[in-house]
């Protein structure tokens, strides 16, 4: 029986009418959808520590007050975005958890251009932009036990229709909210309003589609090889720097590597022709 949890009649009809959107049944179990939260993540996780809870579930709220984005920055969530969590169980190898990110971020992409009708541009790992600038990113949580995934617990942020600079007020880091290169769809869709309902019943029923797929080895590796067509179409016009310890630096992506990790060239000592391994996805750096 699915569960459904709603703070207002209206955040109800919008999740009846997901499941009702198409005959193919979603394989989600139970729906949240608040007003506010301060973070759908930290909410998700809550739910998860209840023995009660069903999976897989999902977690929407119109403004996160204390959203968060990778390595800890916070991601400035006012209301007409898509904020959201999607939590599975999954016996996955912790090794293919970069198959999880990818599909993910592929999933958004796809989403965007059934929306836009344009195709937006992937920065390593799994940044969304629209002509340079950020328009959607992911967060992913794992539970790992004994080489295996238990859990996996997925934020997505969307800048759909969320006011631009209202948006650039709520960066913390006021020394670079001014030269951060954000955008939304709204405006990219020059000031009309997407639909984020159908926005997000994409997001669903392609994960209620792909998920179970990872399964295959040879779903996987086709995962891989289209997310790196895809990095290697943004290098011509995204530009990147790295941190290492105390060393920033420009560099220019030379492989993205099975599991994530890069090898790619500093440009701060083109005379040396310096190589250097990126080893992580999950744990490096990146300005």
């Known amino acids: 029986m699915i569960k459904i949890v709603c703070s207002d009649k209206q955040k109800l009809d919008f999740i009846y009418n997901i499941l009702n959107k198409s005959k193919r049944k979603l394989f989600f179990q139970e729906f949240y ?17 209840k023995s009660e809870t069903c999976y897989p579930y999902l977690v ?10 990778r390595r800890g920055s916070n991601w400035a969530s006012p209301r007409g975005g898509v904020w959201m969590t999607i939590v599975f169980k999954t016996d996955l190898e912790a090794s293919d958890l970069f198959c999880m990110l990818i599909l993910t971020t592929l999933v958004i992409s ?16 799994n940044d969304l932009l629209i002509n340079g600038s950020k328009v959607a990113g992911i967060l992913i949580d794992t539970e790992i036990e004994y080489g295996k995934m238990t859990k996996v617990t997925l934020g997505i942020g969307i800048n759909s229709n969320n006011d631009l600079v209202v948006t650039k007020s709520q ?3 006021k020394s670079v909210a001014g030269d951060l290169k954000i955008t939304t769809l709204k405006y990219a869709n020059d000031g009309s309003e997407i639909n984020n309902f159908e926005l997000v019943s994409f997001i669903l029923y ?8 990872l399964e295959s080895k040879l779903y996987r590796d086709e995962l891989r090889n289209l ?9 011509s016009t995204l530009s990147y720097k790295f941190r290492i310890k105390e060393y920033e630096f420009k560099g220019e992506i030379i492989k993205v590597n ?10 701060n000592q083109l005379t040396d022709n310096k190589i250097v391994r990126i080893d992580s996805v999950f744990n490096s750096s990146l300005t």
């Not at 937006?120 to 790992?125: E, F, H, L, S, V």
Request: net charge negative; no cysteine; glycine share 6%.
């Open 258 to 267: 099975d599991d994530g990790s890069l090898l790619v060239r500093d440009l």
């Open 33 to 49: 959808f608040y007003d506010s939260l301060s973070s759908t993540q930290d909410y998700a996780f809550l739910l998860g520590k």
């Open 206 to 213: 392609k994960f209620n589609e792909l998920v179970p797929k």
């Open 171 to 173: 960066i913390l880091d």
């Open 227 to 235: 997310y790196r067509r895809r990095i290697e179409e943004s290098l």
């Open 110 to 125: 796809d989403a965007i251009k059934s929306q836009l009708h344009i195709t937006p541009q992937i920065k390593w790992p």
């Open 60 to 69: 929407l709220s119109e403004i996160q007050t204390g959203g968060r984005g």
